[in-house]
C-alpha cells in the first residue's frame, strides 16, 4: 500500500539553526501538508501546497516557515531559524485531489531544537 | 482553539464489547469529518469520514454517527479488539478550507 514516508525520524538542532524536514508524498496525490504536535497538545495545521503554491497557511506558518516542491517527488518544510518552542512532531500528509478530503499522514519527524 | 472537542482523555473497554468515542464541535461551517486512529510513533492513520450531507457511515466494526443538530459525532467500534488500542482523533474541515482541525485525541484501551 502506498505511504508518505518522512525523513528524518528524529533530528535534533542547536537553537537558531536552520532545519529541513523531507517528506515523499503519495504519488499520484496533488494535495500536501505539513502539520505539527507539539507534545501533549493537538495536532495544528500548518500548511497546505497545490500546483507548486502554497493554497493556504495557518497563523502558526509565519515568515520563518517555508515550503517547497523541489523536484518531482520531494516536499520540504524548511524552518529558517528554529526556537525551542519549534520542538514537536512535524507530519506532512497528501491527498488526491480537491475532491478527495481525506490527507494521508506519514509517521512524522520528531524536532527537538536544544 | 477549541473548535473540536474530545471531552473523555481516555477510555478502556472489554475485548468484544461496543467502544463509543465522542466529539463536540463548535463551527457550524464545518461539513466533513474524519477519524484517525494514532499508534505511538506513527502518523495518525485515517479510519473513516462522514460528510454533513450524511448522518451515518458505516466501513467494517467502525460506525461514525453525525448529529448535525446537537454538533456532535461519534465513532462506534464493535467489537472492540485489543489491537484496537490507540489514540482516537477526530477531524473536521469545511469546504473552501483545507485547515483540518483535530480533537485532542481519546485514549482508547481494549483489555484482553
Known amino acids: 500500500e502506498p505511504e508518505v514516508t518522512q525523513t528524518p525520524s528524529h533530528q535534533v538542532t542547536q537553537m537558531g539553526q536552520e532545519v529541513i524536514l523531507r517528506c515523499v508524498p503519495i504519488s499520484n496525490h496533488l494535495y500536501f501538508y505539513w502539520y505539527r504536535q507539539i507534545l501533549g497538545q493537538k495536532v495544528e495545521f500548518l500548511v497546505s501546497?497545490?500546483?507548486?503554491?502554497?493554497?493556504?497557511k495557518s497563523e502558526i506558518f509565519d515568515d520563518q516557515f517555508s515550503v517547497e516542491r523541489p523536484d518531482g517527488s520531494n516536499f520540504t518544510l524548511k524552518i529558517r531559524s528554529t526556537k525551542l518552542e519549534d520542538s514537536a512532531m512535524y507530519f506532512c500528509?497528501?491527498?488526491?485531489?480537491?475532491?478527495?478530503?481525506?490527507?494521508?499522514f506519514g509517521s512524522g519527524t520528531r524536532l527537538t531544537v536544544v | 482553539d477549541q473548535q473540536v472537542k474530545q471531552n473523555s482523555p481516555s477510555l478502556s473497554v472489554q475485548e468484544g464489547r461496543i467502544s463509543i468515542l465522542n466529539c463536540d464541535y463548535t463551527n457550524s461551517m464545518f461539513d466533513y469529518f474524519l477519524w484517525y486512529k494514532k499508534y505511538p510513533a506513527e502518523g495518525p492513520t485515517f479510519l473513516i469520514s462522514i460528510s454533513s450531507i450524511k448522518d451515518k457511515n458505516e466501513d467494517g466494526r467502525f460506525t461514525v454517527f453525525l448529529n448535525k443538530s446537537a454538533k456532535h459525532l461519534s465513532l462506534h467500534i464493535v467489537p472492540s479488539q485489543p489491537g484496537d488500542s490507540a489514540v482516537y482523533f477526530c477531524a473536521a474541515s469545511h469546504g473552501g478550507s483545507e485547515d483540518m482541525r483535530f480533537g485532542a485525541g481519546t485514549r482508547l484501551t481494549v483489555k484482553p
Open positions: 501546497f497545490y500546483n507548486n503554491e502554497i493554497s493556504e
Open positions: 500528509a497528501s491527498s488526491l485531489g480537491p475532491r478527495d478530503r481525506r490527507p494521508l
